[in-house]
């Protein structure tokens, strides 16, 4: 495993946008940004039963947007939501989200992937370590690091339902993760990854340096953090469910390009290629 320090900027320029001079010192300081309860709960309500709703509507097709548990039915995730449902069609779009990306990337920004990620309780599994980048750049062809994701909590996330935790300062360091990524690697990676994920030794290095957080707070708090940011999540063995909608905002200066592993693009509904710049 080759640790390459960062190349890219964190932070594009001085668009405007919605976040503080701090908020943004900070996102480029630790490679992330909490803003709790930044939806009310009128919002989340709505949000929340439109995501539910649609995930019993898709559960019961074969559509490949729709990854489930490993070796069961339960849904993990439902990807491309923002094209499949109006309402998060409408949501990544919001001026208190996209602006916010807008502001960080420095410019217009487009959809690069959208997903509903569900853990319930008892039974949601573990998210591997990783960072996005890895697999974007070598699976996707995403040539630089200009891209942020956002995660919107619809349930309230604690220490006992598995919430995501986050590496600070590891969006400096990119780590390219051994072995060569096997043909539709995507079809097993979406359930569970084996493929792109650091060693322990690289992982223990980037937190004896940066140390460990974890994304903790009432329903419709958001997450911002950079495409290179380390992260994962354990499992759900508690009652509580843990639902985020995810959107990943590229810089429209950022197109993708031919993967850089030298495999088939992973499909459209998991990376927008031709995706258009958000009205």
Not at 158 to 177: A, D, I, K, Q, W
């Amino acid at each position: 495993m080759e640790t390459v320090e960062r190349q890219d900027p964190v932070v594009y320029g001085t668009h405007p946008g919605p976040l503080t001079a701090e908020q943004i010192d900070f996102y480029d300081k630790n490679g992330f940004l909490v803003l709790p309860a930044y939806f009310n709960a009128d919002e989340v309500a709505r949000y929340r039963d439109e995501a539910l709703r649609a995930a019993v509507a898709l559960a019961a097709t074969e559509r490949p947007e729709v990854v489930r548990e490993p070796g069961g039915e339960i849904v993990r995730s439902v990807f491309a939501i923002h094209t499949l449902n109006e309402t998060f069609g409408t949501l990544c779009r919001t001026p208190r989200l996209a602006d916010a990306a807008r502001q960080i990337l420095g410019g217009d920004v487009a959809i690069h992937q959208s997903r509903i990620n569900f853990k319930p309780g008892f039974h949601g599994k573990e998210f591997s370590w990783h960072s996005d980048f890895e697999t974007w750049h070598v699976e996707d062809g995403m040539p630089r690091m200009r891209a942020v994701s956002c995660s919107v909590i619809l349930s309230e996330n604690n220490e006992f339902n598995g919430p995501l935790m986050l590496v600070p300062g590891s969006h400096r360091t990119y780590l390219t993760c051994v072995g060569k990524t096997p043909k539709d690697h995507y079809k097993l990676s979406l359930r569970k990854q084996e493929y792109g994920v650091p060693s322990d030794e690289a992982l223990k290095e980037l937190v004896d340096r940066g140390g460990l957080e974890s994304f903790k707070g009432p329903a419709g708090s958001v997450l911002f953090f950079d495409c290179n940011t380390m992260h994962g999540s354990g499992s759900n063995i508690s009652p509580f469910p843990r639902n985020n909608v995810f959107f990943v905002y590229n810089s429209v200066e950022n197109a993708l390009v031919e993967p850089f592993g030298g495999t088939e693009p992973r499909p459209e509904f998991i990376a927008h290629r031709n995706a258009e710049p958000l009205g």
